[in-house]
């Protein structure tokens, strides 16, 4: 009797230490002697300790930091780009069995694929259009890692480290750009603005009052002001008649003497020539 209570107590002892745990987030992949059992989890699962063995596998999204990579571009640029890989687990029989440790071979095979992948692009592109190297890197590298049973979810750049150099010539290059960019719209300002004015030159040579009313209010405006000069334009037509009378006087003054215009400085000429004969 007694050794029958030992055998239930080392049978019920045995029981208890064969149940596992698992959280909902977990799977269980069970071999037993070496070979593939399966999978179990969640909740409470029954491995026996003896015979058998067990590799908890976590379902969870992995974040994986791809160290900084020296990469050489395109257009034979240095620089350091790092990176941030996001996984999980889809198949966790395939994760355990066909890769010894996967967390460490997707992080190499990261490495690698962000060094052959930037090396084809160009500076500018790797700046400009990181998007679509993302998506590249991620295809690629979850192409790689499906048969480990890993899915890729994201790949993404993190960082461009730029040499000093490069720096200060992209700055002077952004410079340049800005320079340039103002130069042309002030150049499309005057633009616009030289065809205002004609137009409000055609205005104003149709009808001549809008001359006058400009002057009226180009004085207001130049009351306004608090300063201790003030200039008065004077439209030429206002001394265009007196300009005509000065030329017509200059023109009578000029005529010849047989036209019967007395000419100043003329009249003791004839009363010379009647005295000789």
């Known amino acids: 009797m007694e050794v029958m209570l030992a055998a239930l107590a080392v049978v019920v002892a045995y029981a208890f230490s064969s149940l596992r745990v698992l959280r909902q987030y977990e799977r269980g992949v069970t071999f037993f002697l070496g070979k593939y059992w399966g999978t179990k989890g969640p909740g409470l699962v029954f491995v026996p300790t003896l015979f058998f063995k067990m590799e908890r596998v976590s379902l969870r999204t992995l974040v994986l930091d791809v160290p900084p990579q020296d990469v050489i571009t395109r257009d034979n640029v240095s620089i350091k780009v790092n990176a941030v890989l996001y996984m999980r687990v889809k198949n966790p029989e395939a994760a355990v069995i066909q890769i010894e440790n996967f967390l460490f071979a997707t992080s190499q095979l990261a490495q690698t694929t962000l060094r052959s992948v930037l090396g084809e692009v160009q500076l500018d592109e790797l700046l400009a259009d990181r998007e679509k190297i993302n998506a590249i890197l991620k295809q690629i590298v979850d192409q790689r890692t499906e048969p480990w049973g890993i ?3 994201a790949v993404e ?6 040499p000093t150099e490069m720096k200060r010539a992209m700055a002077r290059q952004a410079e340049a750009e800005r320079e340039r960019r103002a ?10 603005a030289s065809h205002k004015l004609a137009q409000a030159a055609h205005v104003i040579a149709a009808e001549p009052a809008a001359l006058q009313l400009r002057y009226l209010q180009t004085l207001a405006e130049i009351a306004t002001e608090n300063s201790s000069t003030t200039i008065f334009p004077v439209p030429i037509d206002l001394l265009a008649p007196f300009i005509e009378g000065a030329r017509a006087a200059a023109s009578a003054m000029r005529l ?9 400085g003329a009249a003791a000429t004839p009363s010379a020539v009647e005295r000789r004969e």
Do not use: H, R, W
Not at 183 to 192: R, T, Y
């Open 151 to 153: 899915e890729v979810s």
């Open 157 to 162: 750049v993190k960082d461009v480290d730029l």
């Open 183 to 192: 130069k042309v719209i002030a150049a499309e300002g005057e633009f616009q």
């Open 256 to 264: 010849p003497a047989s036209t019967g215009t007395p000419v100043p």
